[in-house]
């Protein structure tokens, strides 16, 4: 059973930069991955980005290409997404997930989630 935890979120101004983790725990598999999702209020939960454990690579949503980076460390077992260039519409809360099945970006390929960062974007 695999368990997750974010940290990091925060107030940010738009156009600032802010740096959440999530730390995994429980028996996680060598072939699984991770990946970031967010929810705005009323609106469904997203695909932000995602990262293999396999080989390490990576997807990104449209809307966050070039602007956010999902990466890895693999001894403390923690993803992290790195987000630049905040704007308004980045507002939300974001979680992290996990699952066996490597680079996945639809939400019923996870399996565990964790509790959710809220991250805010002010003028």
């Known amino acids: 059973q695999v368990q997750l935890v974010e940290s990091g979120g925060g107030l940010v101004q738009a156009g600032g930069s802010l740096r959440l983790s999530c730390a995994a725990s429980?028996?996680?598999?060598?072939?699984?991955?991770m990946g970031w999702f967010r929810q705005a209020p009323g609106k469904e939960r997203d695909f932000v980005a995602a990262?293999?454990?396999?080989?390490?690579?990576?997807y990104y949503a449209d809307s966050v290409k070039g602007r956010f980076t999902i990466s890895r460390d693999d001894a403390k077992n923690t993803v992290f997404l790195q987000m630049n260039s905040l704007k308004h519409e980045d507002a939300a809360v974001y979680y992290c997930a996990y699952t066996q099945f490597g680079l996945q970006y639809k939400e019923y390929a996870y399996e565990a989630w964790g509790q959710g960062t809220q991250v805010t974007v002010s003028s």
């Open positions: 429980g028996g996680t598999s060598s072939s699984s991955g």
């Open positions: 990262v293999s454990w396999i080989d390490g690579s990576t």
